[in-house]
């Protein structure tokens, strides 16, 4: 605990095959604004969970949830109000041998930013989004190591505002397709 937060962090195994890790933060800075800037309002936190499932020796399975939240308010107007939070849930599944190893996984993510501007106007900005990845190791013999992957991302964007005879911009979608490959020489010792 601190004067504006205060946080927590708990490691654990669950049973033999199994481990989870859960964080958080809560903040207070009213208590030293009030002080010395008693029109200003803030508050923030965050979270983070993972839990990691060991399957076979070589094969894991993983959940990351993590997410933040950011509130600000001036009620002498000098500050334009924002209310912002993101959340995002990961989930791989990892397998290695040997001379490699392979992840497959997904993301789901939500995002949301309101604020109001001048003129009694109030914007938001919503988006969801969807992504799929691989990766891929592999070791060629003790001087190469080739790694290849590829990531799809579809991402759907909100808008909302209101304001005298105003209308919302459209939603909107996009959608990200991509991929690469390496290769990584150990030239000599020292030199890749």
Do not use: C, K
């Amino acid at each position: 605990m601190r004067l504006f937060d205060a946080s927590a962090f708990v490691e654990s195994p669950i049973g033999e095959s199994s481990d989870v890790v859960v964080a958080g933060r809560y903040g207070y800075p009213n208590l030293l604004l009030s002080l010395f800037a008693p029109n200003l309002s803030l508050h923030f936190g965050d979270y983070t969970l993972r839990w990691t499932q060991r399957l076979a020796d070589a094969d894991r399975l993983s959940l990351f949830v993590l997410g933040a939240y950011d509130r600000e308010q001036d009620s002498t107007l000098n500050l334009v109000p924002i209310d912002s939070q993101f959340h995002r849930v990961d989930l791989r599944y990892d397998h290695a041998w040997a001379t490699g190893s392979l992840r497959v996984a997904t993301t789901l993510g939500y995002d949301r930013t309101a604020g109001n501007v001048p003129e009694s106007a109030a914007e938001t900005v919503t988006s969801t989004s969807e992504r799929v990845r691989l990766e891929w190791r592999q070791r060629l013999g003790p001087a190469a190591e080739l790694s290849a992957g590829a990531d799809a991302n579809a991402i759907h964007y909100a808008f909302g505002y209101t304001a005298a005879q105003a209308q919302p911009p459209p939603a909107g979608d996009e959608q990200v397709l991509g991929a690469y490959a390496d290769l990584m020489l150990h030239l000599t010792s020292g030199i890749d």
